[in-house]
């Protein structure tokens, strides 16, 4: 049943719902929300028929969505979970750090909407966070195989990012020369095997809360992407394995949300990739990946989008430009600041 919800802009769980006088759960599930549809009821659904489902908490945390998606998060059974619904859309990071904070559990979940577990998926992905890996210490972040309707195996971990390699797929190098410019995604690797990686999609990440807390949780100066790569990349820094996990798969529909705002999702996916070079390589690599965008990669789009013959979206390709140079005068600060630290 649903313990809490709360409407504000930046709601908190109150530390006197039911769900603090319950034993305490093994696993925190935080799920954003923000117009899914359907796909939030059948998502929970599928929570609810997990084989652990009773040592779940889960948070559900709405955006501001106006299509009434939330509602399946109320009288949810035989689940626990606990509803937050924010006045404005906060962005991806801040959501699931607003839940994720809430929670007391010794591992956190962050979930799409647009996915579905299987019923023995999240007890084996506890049991291989939990354990030695490859003859260490067990991970600090895992994922899992992402499939598709016909149980392909999506490619979704991301190789090592460096400033070349921004800059190179930027200018579509990757493209022509992936041997000198690798792609973003591990595309060349089946993902049917178990194995460090750099990066694993914010679509399923599973952390150890002590690590996350030490991190500071995601980095909410990215409003949606990029901020499950830093959160990666952070945890290497600290020293932590970041691990994809063969031996467990859940159902993703991938961009279950942000399909339907195609140029304002194109607008945030170069937006973040440039703070994460500010953040992660400074000011000028910034400015380039910027300039190289706006001046290389917008035509390249729109020349594809033209060859292909799928002419409505050369619009959305130019409105996401045109977003990014409307944001200028924030983004340069955002710059600025990220770089600082």
């Avoid at 040592?55 to 299509?67: G, K, T």
């Avoid at 962005?91 to 591992?107: E, S, T």
């Avoid at 990666?232 to 994809?244: K, L, S």
Wanted: charged share 20%.
């Amino acid at each position: 049943m649903t313990e809490a919800s709360q409407d504000s802009a930046a709601s908190q769980v109150s530390p006197a719902s039911a769900a603090s006088r319950q034993a305490p759960a093994r696993l925190d599930v935080v799920i954003v929300n923000w117009n899914s549809g359907a796909l939030l009821a059948d998502c929970l659904d599928a929570l609810g028929r997990s084989t652990i489902a009773s040592a779940l908490h889960v948070f559900v945390v709405d955006n501001a969505s106006h299509d009434s998606s939330w509602r399946a998060a109320e009288g949810v059974r035989p689940l626990r979970v606990t509803l937050i619904r924010n006045a404005d859309n906060r962005g991806f990071g801040a959501a699931c750090n607003q839940a994720a904070f809430a929670g007391n559990a010794p591992y956190v979940l962050f979930l799409n909407p647009d996915t579905r577990v299987f019923p023995e998926t999240l007890e084996k992905a506890l049991a291989f966070i939990t354990s030695p890996f490859q003859g260490g210490p067990p991970p600090g972040i895992a994922g899992v195989q992402l499939v598709d309707d016909s149980g392909e195996v999506q490619r979704t971990c991301a190789n090592a990012p460096s400033a070349g390699r921004l800059l190179g797929r930027a200018l579509a190098l990757d493209k022509v020369a992936p041997r000198l410019v690798t792609p973003h995604f591990m595309t060349e690797w089946d993902h049917r095997d178990t194995r460090p990686v750099a990066q694993v999609m914010g679509a399923f990440l599973l952390v150890e809360r002590p690590l996350f807390q030490q991190l500071g949780g995601f980095d909410e100066r990215f409003f949606v992407y990029y901020e499950d790569l830093d959160l990666c990349v952070r945890a290497a820094t600290a020293g932590r394995t970041v691990a994809h996990d063969a031996g467990a798969q859940v159902w993703h529909q991938g961009q279950g949300t942000t399909a339907q705002v195609k140029d304002r999702r194109l607008f945030y996916i170069w937006r973040s990739e440039v703070l994460f070079a500010a953040k992660h390589y400074g000011r000028a690599v910034a400015w380039s990946l910027l300039a190289a965008q706006l001046l290389a990669q917008t035509p390249l789009r729109v020349a594809q989008t033209l060859a292909q013959r799928r002419r409505s979206e050369w619009r959305q390709v130019l409105r996401g430009a045109g977003m990014l140079l409307g944001d200028l005068p924030t983004l340069a600060g955002k710059i600025r600041d990220a770089a600082r630290r």
